[in-house]
């Protein structure tokens, strides 16, 4: 039985990091999809969370999310913030800081 642990140990830790890594994945296919609840719902996740909430990823869907809830006609949506262009524009940065590769800048020129 003691042998068993420490490869489960390690199987679980890693798929707890990808799971909350796959909730900013889900939230940018939300909001592609307009579903603007169920991503804002997934980036408050990630962004609690200790394994995700560094990742630069994390703040690129952010700063998508505010965009999207900007451009929306759909009142709840624009009330996700009180300035979302502002808090688009500071999630990129941050983002942007995040990332020493340069992806997110990539990811931000195709905008």
Same mark, same amino acid.
């Given at each position: ?10 199987? &679980?830790? &890693?798929?707890?990091?990808?799971? $909350? ?12 999809? *307009?579903?603007?609840?169920? !991503?804002? @719902? =997934? #980036? +408050? $996740? !990630?962004?609690? +969370?200790?394994?995700?909430? +560094? ?5 690129? =869907?952010? *700063?998508?999310?505010? $965009? ?6 759909? @009142? ?6 009180? +300035?979302?262009?502002? %808090?688009?524009?500071?999630?990129? $940065?941050? !983002?942007? %800081?995040?990332?020493?590769? *340069? *992806? ?6 195709? #905008?």
């Amino acid at each position: 039985m003691k042998k068993n642990f420490l490869p489960i140990a390690i199987v &679980s830790i &890693s798929f707890a990091a990808m799971s $909350q890594k796959s909730k900013v994945k889900s939230a940018l296919s939300y909001i592609d999809q *307009g579903n603007l609840n169920k !991503a804002k @719902e =997934a #980036i +408050d $996740q !990630a962004l609690v +969370d200790k394994k995700s909430k +560094d990742w630069f990823n994390t703040y690129f =869907a952010k *700063g998508k999310l505010c $965009q999207a809830a900007y451009e929306s006609t759909n @009142e709840k949506y624009k009330a996700f913030y009180t +300035d979302p262009l502002a %808090e688009a524009y500071a999630s990129f $940065q941050k !983002a942007m %800081e995040l990332d020493p590769k *340069g *992806g997110a800048k990539k990811k931000l020129s195709q #905008i």
